[in-house]
């Protein structure tokens, strides 16, 4: 087999294999929301 074969055989042979491979799982990112206060209102308390 001539070295031009050989090589596109495994190139060929290479992206096959990738291209059956299983496909890496999906990172899991967790953010954590701010806490929120509600402003006080005012109420004429101290008027």
């Known amino acids: ?8 055989l495994a190139l060929a042979m290479a992206a096959f294999v990738s ?3 299983k496909p890496a799982p999906e990172e899991v ?3 954590d ?3 929120v206060t509600v402003e006080p209102t005012y109420t ?3 008027k």
């Open 1 to 8: 087999m001539s070295s031009t074969k050989f090589t596109l």
């Open 44 to 46: 004429g308390k101290y």
């Open 29 to 31: 990112v967790y953010v």
């Open 19 to 21: 291209a059956c491979a």
């Open 33 to 35: 929301e701010p806490a």
